[in-house]
């Protein structure tokens, strides 16, 4: 089988709509290239929360893609790196936090 | 000009292939051929590039006839030359003297990506090169006398837009290291020579040809650099630019070749010589020895 991944599929992506639903791709299309737009955040902001969210669900072409594409609006290791802290930390706090549920439901039943 | 592959550094990204192997030297006959041409043709710049040119030992003598004409000398200079020795670490008052302008390679302003791409060390020697030019005046307000730097990518990938760039080596540099320049030019790699087997051995040959072609600007290419340059290798051949001149993919046949017989009004008319290299001229903002182009 060959593997689920592999970085020359992403040359495919813009073609989704060939396949059905082209409708729909079109504006997906049209709202992506809008959203990364420089508006209120720089094209580099936007990059870089790009590539922090695409380590929070963990897609490797989105990965691939915004590495290149942060690299390419001049930012440095740490600058990425620390994306993907932030990334890192909002998944960890995320389970953290619903811990506090756990106390509120460990207490409820206790005496 | 190129006058001479000879470099005390051997660049991963090396388009001329240099080092401190190399033994291609311009000779006293070619500079003097050269100079010739520029009181004949009054070319605005006179570029010289290498190796490192400060090796070429008629280097000093032919800046110093240059500077009693009036053509704006530039230095590609490699910052780390102006510490091998006690002998070139005179160049910064040389260069103020003959009022060169100075122009040299940062591929960035931190040191891990920059040492990878020009071997260990070469940050910080760069950054001490730098502060010894602005010791003399270069890169400060007021003096006149202009320090550029160039960037080029680390690894398969393009520049970031040019102003962009400058704007965080300026900040860095100045926050840092207290260093100042004048203007920041972002290059593109071309896929030849070291670059070139760099993108075949790691992968990255397709994909990067990929983006150049898809990235082609047609005002890019009307900015493309040979078409208002002359480019005079070591040994005198004449080439529409130094990528070409390394290639050695010759002027067309239809004008002179050498720079003893060059003939500036055919040349202005000549076809260019193109290869696919040329898309790294092309793709996006464009990419020159003088920065982006458009
Ligand atoms: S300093 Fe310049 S000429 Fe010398 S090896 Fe590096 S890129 Fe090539
Ligand atoms: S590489 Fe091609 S486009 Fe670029 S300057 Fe040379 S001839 Fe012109």
Redesign the interface.
């Known amino acids: 089988m060959n593997p689920y991944y592999d970085?020359k599929d992403l040359g495919q992506f813009g073609k989704i709509g060939d396949f059905g639903a082209k409708a729909s791709a079109d504006k997906f299309f049209a709202w992506y290239g809008e959203v990364f737009k420089e508006g209120a955040l720089t094209a580099?902001e936007k990059s870089l929360i790009a590539l922090a969210v695409a380590h929070a669900v963990q897609c490797p072409y989105c990965i691939e893609a915004y590495t290149?594409d942060t690299?390419?609006?001049?930012c440095?290791?740490?600058q990425q790196m620390e994306a993907v802290h932030v990334a890192a930390a909002i998944r960890g706090g995320a389970s953290m936090v619903h811990s506090v549920q756990l106390m509120n439901k460990a207490r409820s039943l206790s005496m | 000009m190129n006058v001479g592959r000879l470099c005390n550094q051997a660049c991963k990204h090396c388009h001329v292939d240099a080092g401190p192997d190399r033994t291609e030297l311009m000779s006293r006959k070619i500079f003097e051929a050269c100079l010739r041409m520029v009181d004949r043709d009054s070319p605005s710049t006179v570029d010289l590039t290498g190796g490192a040119p400060e090796m070429n030992p008629h280097f000093r003598w032919f800046v110093e006839e240059l500077s009693k004409r009036s053509v704006k000398i530039l230095v590609r200079c490699n910052l780390t030359i102006i510490l091998a020795s006690d002998y070139y670490g005179e160049l910064p008052e040389f260069f103020a003297r003959n009022r060169v302008e100075v122009v040299s390679s940062l591929p960035?302003?931190?040191a891990?990506?920059t040492d990878r791409q020009r071997g260990t060390g070469v940050f910080e020697k760069s950054i001490e090169a730098l502060r010894r030019l602005n010791a003399v005046g270069y890169g400060r307000a007021g003096t006149g006398l202009v320090l550029n730097l160039v960037y080029n990518?680390a690894?398969a990938?393009?520049?970031?837009?040019q102003d962009?760039?400058e704007r965080?080596f300026r900040k860095s540099l100045d926050e840092g290291h207290q260093v100042a320049f004048n203007n920041l030019f972002a290059l593109t790699n071309l896929p030849i020579n070291r670059f070139l087997d760099y993108l075949l051995v790691s992968g990255n040959y397709e994909?990067y040809m990929e983006k150049l072609v898809e990235a082609f600007n047609p005002v890019a290419a009307s900015g493309a650099m040979c078409r208002s340059m002359v480019s005079v290798s070591w040994d005198g051949r004449l080439y529409d630019c130094d990528f070409n001149q390394v290639l050695d993919l010759p002027a067309q046949p239809t004008v002179a070749d050498r720079v003893e017989s060059f003939d500036r009004g055919a040349w202005e008319h000549r076809i260019i010589s193109t290869g696919r290299h040329c898309f790294g001229c092309t793709a996006g903002a464009g990419s020159s020895c003088g920065g982006a182009t458009t």
Do not use: H, I, V
């Open positions: 970085s580099r290149t690299l390419e609006k001049g440095s290791g740490d | 960035f302003y931190q891990e990506r990518p690894g990938f393009f520049p970031a837009p962009q760039l965080d994909t």
